[in-house]
């Protein structure tokens, strides 16, 4: 059942839907639409299936022939002639609605099945293909699609106004030099011909600071010539989840065009798997060209700085036992899998390895626009637990993880299984363990 109703009750286009849907169907789609075997491996690998046994829905095949019935009704003769023998649906208001909770509400899109998969059928891909032809018939779920707009129209997904940014920057700013002791820390703002151009998650400066001032700390430390932007700093994408690359494509280009103005020679991406995946990699694909500057994660600048011998760490600052959680999109989908690793084992004494890990890391059930979502809250903790369990087993008192949506997915995970651990970002762990001076 749905936790509530995801969409607006207006009437859906659902002939824009059919044809956005046959446009995608390039040959690597009509394989997949074809691929699946019902073999079952992949309910072992879904966060979804293995959080709740009892409901056959949440298996990733099942999920995958919501979408191929509709391509079998639409695309195959067989499936016209005798739909009720091959299982084809016609794509009616009331399908178009169950296969919005499928879609939307189902999957993070997390892409561990698709590793595990007999026959190789990305799954992922499959479903935002079904979310791209319903976001045409204007059926995104409305918090998620508010959450895009709000990128589109503000600058950034919270709608952080620009003279809020600047005094939370230079609040910040004031902060650290009284912590250090040093006024000339700085938190340059629009500083044109810098080597970095850093980006930040918009819950940085509203609800998570310290972040900020962890990577400000980073860049003093090391004498980093940087900035941010003040009206193009979100990282964040959630086109890559709504399903509609073209507002996927704007957000993207926007940081590509700020760094550009600004003569960065690196844009330099903060904390977060989606807006990795979305700037580094996907932009290609929608723009139809890679992105014409550099594009790195801030955790690969961190490795860096560690390699370069450019910081002095001090690993007994952080005591406690940490343990990472892999972002499904840094990692298994954006490829940036042991330089976290490194940067944690020269920060803290006591590093534990979740079990599996890397590309194999369970979902922690926040990615896809699933915290946006709030009509699927209880859904995503229930999934969760698959989470929770792993980070329990690790007996960790730290949980570090270089994705603010998985910063805030397992924070309520934190408190809905009574974990009892902190929840960081690499940074603030990396910010704690410098020696600063001699």
Not at 256 to 275: F, N, P, S, T, Y
Request: contains cysteine; hydrophobic residues 35%.
């Amino acid at each position: 059942m749905n936790d509530k109703k995801s969409t607006d009750k207006k009437p859906a286009d659902i002939k824009a839907a059919l044809e956005k849907f046959s446009k995608l169907l390039d040959a690597k789609m009509q394989t997949y639409m074809n691929a699946c075997v019902h073999c079952g491996l992949c309910a072992d690998t879904c966060h979804y299936a293995l959080a709740n046994p009892e409901d056959p829905e949440m298996i990733p095949a099942s999920k995958i022939d919501r979408v191929t019935a509709i391509y079998r009704r639409y695309h195959t003769l067989i499936g016209r002639l005798l739909p009720v023998w091959t299982g084809s649906r016609e794509l009616t208001q009331e399908y178009a609605d169950k296969l919005v909770d499928t879609v939307f509400g189902r999957c993070t899109m997390c892409g561990r099945c698709g590793i595990n998969c007999s026959v190789g059928l990305n799954a992922g891909q499959l479903i935002r293909v079904a979310r791209s032809a319903l976001a045409e018939a204007g059926l995104v779920p409305s918090s998620l699609q508010g959450t895009v707009d709000n990128a589109i129209n503000t600058g950034n997904n919270m709608a952080i106004t620009e003279k809020d940014f600047i005094e939370t920057i230079e609040w910040l700013q004031d902060d650290l030099r009284l912590e250090l002791g040093d006024d000339t820390v700085s938190f340059p703002l629009n500083k044109p011909g810098v080597n970095v151009l850093y980006t930040l998650n918009p819950r940085e400066p509203k609800f998570f600071p310290l972040s900020i001032s962890a990577m400000g700390k980073i860049f003093h430390a090391v004498g980093e010539n940087w900035t941010l932007s003040s009206t193009n700093f979100d990282v964040t994408n959630y086109g890559l989840f709504n399903g509609k690359d073209s507002e996927a494509q704007e957000i993207s280009r926007r940081l590509i065009d700020e760094a550009k103005r600004l003569g960065a020679k690196r844009l330099v991406l903060a904390e977060c798997g989606h807006g990795y995946r979305a700037t580094r990699w996907e932009l290609a694909n929608w723009k139809g060209q890679k992105p014409d500057i550099e594009v790195v994660s801030v955790i690969e600048v961190m490795a860096e700085y560690i390699r370069a011998g450019r910081l002095k760490l001090d690993p007994s600052k952080n005591s406690k036992r940490v343990t990472l959680h892999d972002p499904c999109n840094l990692v298994r989908n954006g490829g940036i899998i042991e330089e976290q690793r490194y940067v944690l084992k020269h920060a803290v004494s006591d590093f534990m390895e979740m079990i599996p890990n890397r590309q194999q890391n369970f979902c922690c059930g926040g990615g896809g626009g699933m915290l946006a979502m709030g009509e699927y809250s209880e859904r995503r903790k229930k999934a969760g637990k698959i989470k929770a369990d792993q980070i329990s087993a690790t007996q960790a008192k730290i949980v570090a993880t270089p994705c603010h949506n998985c910063i805030d997915q397992l924070t309520e995970l934190n408190t809905y299984y009574k974990l009892g651990v902190e929840i960081k970002t690499v940074g603030e762990i990396l910010a704690e363990a410098i020696v600063l001076g001699k």
